[in-house]
């Protein structure tokens, strides 16, 4: 269903636009990412370091029983699934909403153990080095919003929305109050909103805390001298708790273009041994599973000219649903990232069965967990 070598590819873009479109800073979205079928990037989290014994019950069982009860939670049992690659002791977790991961984020270093399941602010809570490494998907991408909720004068708000001024702080000695937290954290500014974490039946602290700053401009610097500074047995962990791509404001991201248009990305763009492809197979195909098969071989076949495939997925979905995520995609893992550029380079842009193929890099780590 590939055209023969030579065969003509899609018309090349205006010159004009490429140049306008790769004329964006690097490291960077456009403002669509953000739309809804991107945006459950920002409510997943990746989790490493996991006790041999995790299961996907086990590891969702536990952070809810860490974040049920605190008075950051809006309702019961945030995190709604996680998906374990056992070969590697990671899984991917996804939460009701993008607040409810950014306070799992604040439990990075806590121990999956027994003695972890209490509502303690352990010794290792904040610590990378010790217990679980929580990060955001390389994928994240900062929510470009400002928290324009107006204040009532000498009122602090006890809500810290997900803004890009957001930040967290962990590791602070339970003994410390909120007024003292505050005057702490007043010296480098007026704040906006603040919460220390807790746990509403008890009311007892567990070390963690969001702020954010009236003044924007001091964010930096508070979090720079916040960070590691002593308090008792303690050294106070802070940081934005928002990190990664920024956002810009155009019609499509530099990696995208590339895609598209078959030129060569950006040095530090994303890559991987991962690839997408779409447009090469629709719902009513996937229907007919001789048809899907057939499909699936010739990619494989064309797939494997550029390297040694490791693995291909075809998302089928269940009960005929046409909408589940991953339907109508190919996903293919070479053994070789040099492999899976070579395959870009090569199949973007390309006719198959007279429709022309799109493609993209895919996170190797949703792929092995099956995270469409």
Known sequence: MFPLPGAPRQQPMDPSRLQAFMAQP????????????????????????????????????FFNLQLNGLNVTRGADPCISAQMNKGSGYALLEFKTSEDATNAMALNGITMEPEAMDTTNGA??????????????????????TDETANEAGILSNIVPDTQNKISITNIPLYLDEAQMQELLQSFGEL??????????????????????????????????????????AALRVKRASIGIQQVNSEMSVNAMSLIAGTELKEGADTGRVLCLMNMITPEELMDAEESE????????????????????????????RQAAGI???????????????ALAALAGRKFADRTVV??????EYFDVGAW
Do not use: W
């Not at 190919?330 to 990232?337: D, F, G, P, S, W």
């Open 26 to 61: 690097g490291n960077q979205a456009n403002p669509n990412a953000l739309k809804p079928s991107t945006a459950r990037q920002s409510k997943r989290l990746f989790v490493y370091n996991l006790p041999a014994s995790a299961t996907d019950d086990s590891v969702s069982d």
């Open 124 to 145: 290792t809570n904040g610590d990378a080095h010790k217990g679980l490494d929580i990060r955001r998907p390389k994928d994240y991408i900062v929510p470009a919003v």
């Open 192 to 233: 906006k909103s603040f919460i220390l974490v807790k746990d509403t039946s008890s009311e007892q602290s567990r070390g963690i805390a969001f702020c954010e700053y009236m003044d924007p401009s001091v964010t930096d610097a508070a979090v720079d001298s916040l960070h590691g500074m002593e308090l008792g047995d």
């Open 294 to 321: 057939e499909i699936l071989e010739d990619i494989k076949e064309e797939c494997s000219k550029y390297g040694n495939l490791l693995e291909t997925k075809m998302p089928r979905g269940s009960s005929g649903n």
């Open 328 to 342: 109508g995609k190919i996903y293919v893992k070479y053994e070789e990232a040099a492999s899976a550029q070579k």
């Open 359 to 364: 493609v993209t890099y895919f996170g190797e």
